[in-house]
């Protein structure tokens, strides 16, 4: 990362902005990262001491571990998701301002603390980051879709009579998610693919295993180059997938009986560099919606994807 300013917001800025809301009202947090607060840095390393000593100068490993470790579904991790609107014994989401109590609270007791959510998340993935020299942004994309069965498209499932059949409807469309971006070269990938890598700590589905997410190049979800590494599918179709009617048929089969090809992936944003305004970075992850090469990417990346309800 070559720029001063750059590399002051996204390493040296202490504070920021997350979004949140729907694509038609956008509501925004300040966050405190605090990477250089007391405690920090020796939480954050806590975690890197968890891999392989290897692994630890390669900006891709340490991100890669990272983000399993700010989740704790399956490792004792810093935080503890909670999505079900019960909060005893723990702090609601909302309450959180910052990553710097969540940190020195984890450091004391080594144990996850209660409760995040996906800004949560993403708070403290880019405090950690920031903290150990990565260049980290938190990133919100609005009408964000979660493909549960790499089929790269979101599948709705309706029965004869267009009644949605809940038990085979595991794909959903959130209002927003957060996630983050971390600037690395990818010397593991052709050239080109280097830049601003998709990076996720919430715990949605595993990778290799374990719940972790990316990093994946934006240049590579961008054109629906889902087979290079890592977790590039299921970025994509967050940002770029058609949502997907099928029909079952009288002899059990499903037809596909509708395609909605612009509803995921709005107005995704974040923080603008040296200012308090908000950036609309769609452009890095889809070409213009509905345009020739947008159409090419998304036929490119579901060459790679298992079919509907695979």
């Not at 009986?257 to 709005?266: I, N, Y």
Request: aromatic share 10%; charged share 25%; hydrophobic share 35%.
């Amino acid at each position: 990362m070559e720029a001063e300013g750059d590399r002051a917001e996204f390493v040296l800025n202490e504070s920021g902005r997350i979004y949140y809301g729907t694509k038609d009202q956008i509501g925004v947090r300040t966050w405190n990262y605090g990477q250089f607060a007391r405690g920090v840095l020796e939480a954050s390393l806590r975690l890197v001491e968890q891999m392989p000593a290897a692994g630890r100068g390669k900006a891709v490993s340490v991100v890669r571990t990272v983000s399993a470790l700010v989740n704790s579904e399956d490792d004792d991790g810093v935080l503890r998701g909670n999505w079900s609107g019960e909060y005893s014994g723990g702090t609601c989401p909302t309450a959180w301002v910052g990553s710097v109590a969540i940190l020195r609270q984890f450091l004391e007791t080594g144990k996850p603390v209660r409760y995040g959510q996906c800004w949560v998340f993403a708070g403290v993935t880019t405090s950690v980051l920031r903290c150990l020299g990565v260049p980290t942004r938190p990133v919100t994309n609005f009408s964000s879709a979660h493909d549960t069965d790499v089929s790269l498209t979101t599948d709705v499932f309706l029965d004869e009579e267009l009644r949605p059949l809940d038990s085979l409807n595991a794909d959903s469309i959130w209002n927003f998610h957060v996630w983050n971006e971390c600037w690395m070269s990818r010397p593991d990938l052709p050239p080109g693919f280097g830049g601003w890598q998709a990076v996720d700590a919430t715990p949605q589905e595993t990778s290799e295993g374990v719940y972790r997410c990316g990093p994946a190049p934006l240049e590579a979800i961008r054109n629906g180059l889902v087979y290079l590494l890592y977790d590039a599918p299921f970025i994509f179709a967050e940002v770029n997938s058609d949502r997907v009617f099928w029909q079952r048929q009288a002899d059990g089969t499903f037809r596909k009986a509708l395609v909605e090809k612009a509803v995921v992936g709005h107005n995704i944003s974040t923080k603008g560099v040296g200012t308090e305004e908000r950036e609309d970075i769609t452009h890095l992850y889809k070409h213009p919606e509905g345009s020739d090469e947008e159409r090419v990417a998304v036929d490119t990346a579901c060459c790679h994807g298992s079919g509907p309800g695979g």
